[in-house]
């Protein structure tokens, strides 16, 4: 193992180039702080990305890196792991490159389980291209290209990602560095396709946007920390709390026994909680954060077929001759 | 090119010949038409003939049957490429009349057409557009027909009596499809073909399955006994031909430019221990070949069938980046969706393949048909600098030789390369000696140590960086596709920084042009005419080039197997005769290419129509150019 494995021994040589304030720089910061926790050489973590802020951070990270193009990076990400399966594989992307020209990529790697980590940075804004809207947007927002506010509707990103089959989905916040640590973390160690949308506040385009969230005037009363086999509840004293029921989910009467609540099973054979857990909404319920999904299925690069056999085989096809 | 490429040939053998001479089988897309040439090929092969088979598509994929857009056509010429080629044919088997429509005008007039008459009922004449059957009475064209009604004859030698009824061995249907192999039969028959290597071929296809096989063999047998017995035609000796070559006791195989490549691809993997990836997707005609890659069993080299062809080059470049060789294979619309990946690999300094399937048309257009249509796509079609080498095979075989060629560049010099395919090389198959891999030289690597202070893009003699790859403890770095600073991984946009990097790029195309060399072209003093081509054409070219030199001119012929960079010696090529005529299969790509280059008095003749070139229309523009009359 290279030497200099600690935080600050995996910063690149290169200036940090984020506006004042901006949430990469959290998630920069814990990033490192997990790397240097690994236990993988720094020469066998390898950082893609594509076009936005966000991807800039592979530049400013001391392990190998490569910055590709837009959308094209979840591919590169794919084909790296067939060359080198031993390798550890990052993926940065924002949400307008994410759901944008990656989108599909994105979700057919989730379908095959590439063993990739994909930081889904979501400001909900593109930055870099100075406030357009995204498809994470969010209703009726006022950007760049909709002046009028915007008037799609949005995608959940994590909900997005258990559809399509991811084997690890969580979501964190850029200014919660404790949770975002212990994600990255378990993202770091699980093999397949992990996906953590990581909710960072783009402070010149889409300032507070998760303040509900992150800011601390009431924030228990709008978020679950998931955990694993408790019950989903929140708010003073968790009084609050959701209910499955009839394949919808609902809000439980307030109550303090706690068991009023249904439990959060992160590793359920049955997606459909946690895709329900991961599309909730402010103000009619509560947002979760934590991990939505963790099972194990065979990597991509594992069930991969490939040959073994002697090439002179397939030199010979299937019908040669002599001539006679 | 020579000093250079010492691999072991792997081209046809030479033969002596009184040649040309064509067989066409056409029939319905969905009458197996294709392995029966295949049969023919490895019945013809073994007695030592040349054979070459150019398969020609209907315009669309699934074409409804018995009409003329579904029709099917396997054109069989014997003895080598450079001269087996003939627009007409001696021979035609039409399995149904819309084959029979087609190609009519190319049987000569006392040429044998074999006809299945069982699907020349009232239905399929109208498909295709027949008002008489043309193979009896008044309406008969051709005075040599043997009209046999294959389907009744095949039903009845497999076992009448007991197909469908009940507890039958095989269906109707089952039965039906072994009628082309009665056909083959006759067709055997009449060139004189011994029937066994087909037997051997039947016996170990259909093993699994003992009724098929045993209705094949009946078939088959039935066809060559019938023949036999019934035709009124003498049978074409087998000395007619004089054509075997120099090939008795070695291991022969017929080899489509698909297979060639993906075999050239598995030696790569096998050669450099490095994994092989051919990512791509469905889209006809590189479909082919995807079909071809996922069958292919050595160890090193994988297939991917990606979402789309972005998907394709971007899973190829990760391929690469980690050390391996990823290669793609692209056609139609798909190969302008791949630019903004070439145009990263040529900025991140990374190996990449893109073997393009040319076909007609622009946007959808024919999927199927013949064009050389994207030269001008693969030399210029990305946004800023960013060039690319482009090859282009001669020949199904040379698709072997062409795909290690573009390896050896990409890996030496961590460059993307673009091959150029087309119908006539990559669908076409030929007879090929199977080569002894082992022979075959290494391939070369950028220098790199792993103890040396040298930076990823520190630049060798050849322009090339060192291929430091994740995993290498100590040589961390960033690339990428923004502008740098010259052999520095080193982001830059400073002015200077941007236009040294264009230079250095150029350079490298430049240190390219020589590791290729010159093109040995054969052009003796006092040409008046030369005839340049590229790509799957060459045989036509050729052929007429010979035609035209029998009548008197002085004709030369050369083939750009490289088309960008040009060959060192292109400017003496050009300078090498009074005139030139650039053919190719588009509105004149590589004419425009060279006339912006170089001063020549050139001609351009161009084919757009999806088909090949007719030799009669090229030895005509050959005899006007000599003649100094306008063409």
Not at chain 1, 252 to 263: D, F, G, T, V
Not at chain 2, 236 to 255: C, E, L, Q, T
Not at chain 2, 437 to 458: I, N, R
Request: glycine residues 8%; neutral net charge.
């Amino acid at each position: 193992m290279s030497n200099n494995n600690n935080s600050i021994g995996f910063a690149s040589d290169q200036e940090v180039r984020w506006c004042p304030g901006c949430g990469d720089f959290a998630i920069l910061a814990q990033v490192k702080k997990v790397l240097s926790e690994l236990p993988i050489p720094r020469e066998q973590q390898v950082f893609l990305s594509g076009i936005g802020c966000a991807s800039r951070m592979p530049n400013y990270l001391n392990t190998y890196g490569f910055r590709g193009l837009h959308g094209g990076g979840v591919c590169a990400a794919m084909g790296l792991k067939i060359a080198r399966p031993e390798l550890t594989v990052w993926l940065i992307l924002g949400d307008g490159e994410g759901f944008g020209p990656a989108t599909h990529h994105l979700l057919h790697a989730a379908r095959r389980n590439v063993d990739v980590k994909v930081l889904f940075i979501n400001n909900e804004i593109r930055g870099l291209s100075r406030g357009q809207e995204s498809a994470t947007t969010r209703l009726g927002t006022l950007t760049a290209t909709s002046p009028e506010g915007t008037s799609d509707a949005v995608w959940h990103p994590c909900a997005m990602a258990i559809a399509s089959g991811a084997t690890f989905v969580a979501r964190s916040l850029d200014v919660d560095v404790d949770h975002l640590g212990m994600v990255l973390n378990r993202a770091a160690l699980h093999r397949g396709f992990a996906f953590i949308e990581i909710l960072q506040n783009c402070k010149v385009y889409n300032d507070l946007v998760f303040d509900n969230l992150a800011g601390q005037h009431d924030r228990p009363e709008h978020l679950i920390y998931l955990e694993h086999n408790k019950p989903l509840v929140y708010g003073v004293q968790n009084r609050n709390g959701l209910k499955f029921e009839d394949a919808s989910i609902s809000l439980a009467p307030p109550n303090n026994s706690n068991n009023h609540a249904s439990i959060h099973n992160e590793s359920s054979p049955n997606p459909y909680p946690c895709q329900m857990l991961a599309s909730l909404e402010n103000p009619d319920f509560p947002e979760c954060i934590g991990v939505f999904r963790s099972i194990e299925k065979p990597t991509h690069h594992h069930s991969y077929y490939r040959g073994t056999s002697n090439f002179k085989l397939d030199l010979e096809g299937a019908d040669p001759f002599f001539v006679e | 090119m020579a000093e250079k490429e010492p691999d072991q040939k792997t081209a046809p053998l030479a033969s002596s010949l009184p040649l040309p001479h064509a067989i066409r089988l056409t029939g319905d897309a969905h009458d197996g038409m294709a392995m029966l040439s295949h049969l023919f090929a490895i019945a013809a092969g073994s007695q030592g003939y040349q054979i070459f088979i150019v398969p020609e598509y209907p315009a669309e994929i699934r074409s409804p049957a018995n009409t003329l857009a579904g029709v099917y056509t396997s054109s069989i010429y014997f003895g080598p490429l450079n001269e087996a080629m003939e627009d007409r044919t001696s021979f035609l088997l039409a399995m149904n009349p819309a084959g029979l429509k087609l190609h009519e005008s190319c049987l000569e007039k006392d040429g044998i057409l074999l006809a299945n008459s069982d699907s020349f009922g009232n239905d399929e004449l109208i498909c295709a557009g027949y008002q008489e059957n043309p193979l009896v009475g008044k309406n008969q064209l051709f005075h040599r027909t043997l009209s046999v009604p294959m389907a009744q004859l095949t039903n009845r030698a497999i076992n009448h009596s007991r197909v469908g009824d009940k507890g039958a061995l095989l269906s109707f249907r089952e039965v039906d499809r072994c009628k082309n192999l009665f056909a083959l039969g006759m067709v055997l028959w009449y060139y004189s073909i011994p029937i066994e290597p087909v037997l051997r071929w039947l016996k170990q296809k259909f093993s699994i399955n003992p009724s098929i096989l045993e209705a094949s063999q009946k078939a088959f047998k039935a066809g060559f006994t019938y023949a036999e017995t019934a035709s009124v035609f003498p049978q074409m000796p087998v000395s007619h031909f004089a054509n075997a070559f120099n090939a008795k006791g070695k291991k022969i195989r017929m080899i489509s430019g698909n297979e060639a490549t993906v075999l050239a691809l598995q030696h790569i993997a096998s050669k450099t221990s490095r994994t092989v990836l051919l990512a791509s997707t469905s889209r006809p005609p590189s479909h082919e070949i995807s079909s071809l890659a996922a069958q292919a069993t050595s160890a090193g080299f994988s297939f991917l069938l990606a979402d789309d062809e972005l998907a394709a080059a971007s899973t190829a470049l990760g391929v690469s980046y980690g050390g391996g060789l990823g290669c793609t294979a692209v056609s139609g619309i798909g190969f302008p969706h791949q630019s903004e990946i070439v145009s990263l690999a040529t900025a991140a300094e990374l190996p990449l393949l893109i073997l393009e399937y040319q076909r007609a048309g622009i946007s959808i257009g024919l999927p199927q048909r013949l064009a050389q249509s994207d030269l001008g796509m693969a030399v210029m079609g990305r946004n800023g600098e960013a060039p690319l080498v482009v090859l282009a095979p001669e020949s199904p075989a040379d698709c072997f030789e062409t795909t290690l060629l573009a390896a050896r560049i990409a890996l030496r010099f961590l460059a993307p390369v673009c091959i150029l395919h087309d119908g006539l090389n990559a669908r076409a198959s030929q007879t090929w000696q199977i080569p002894d891999t082992s022979l075959l030289k290494e391939f070369e690597f950028p220098h790199f140590a792993s103890d040396s202070p040298s930076g990823p893009y520190e630049c060798d003699d050849h322009l090339a960086r060192p291929w430091i790859t994740p995993g290498t403890p100590g040589k961390e770095h960033r690339l990428g596709g923004n502008e740098r600073k010259l052999n520095s991984p080193q982001v830059s946009f400073l002015p200077q920084d941007h236009q040294a990097m264009n230079r250095h790029r150029a350079a490298r195309m430049q240190r390219i042009a020589e590791y290729l060399g010159f093109l040995a072209v054969d052009v003796p003093g006092n040409v008046e005419v030369l005839v340049l081509g590229w790509g799957g054409t060459r045989s036509v070219l050729e052929s007429a080039c010979k035609r035209a030199r029998k009548k008197g001119v002085k004709v030369a012929f050369a083939q750009l197997r490289w088309l960008n960079p040009l060959p060192k010696n292109m400017a003496q090529i050009l300078n090498s005769s009074s005139k030139t005529l650039v053919a190719e299969l588009n509105s004149g790509r590589l004419f425009a290419m060279l006339k912006e280059k170089f001063e020549f008095d050139g001609f351009s003749l161009t084919r757009q129509d999806g088909l090949n070139f007719v030799i009669d229309q090229v030895e005509e523009t050959i005899l006007q150019l000599a003649k100094g009359e306008p063409t």
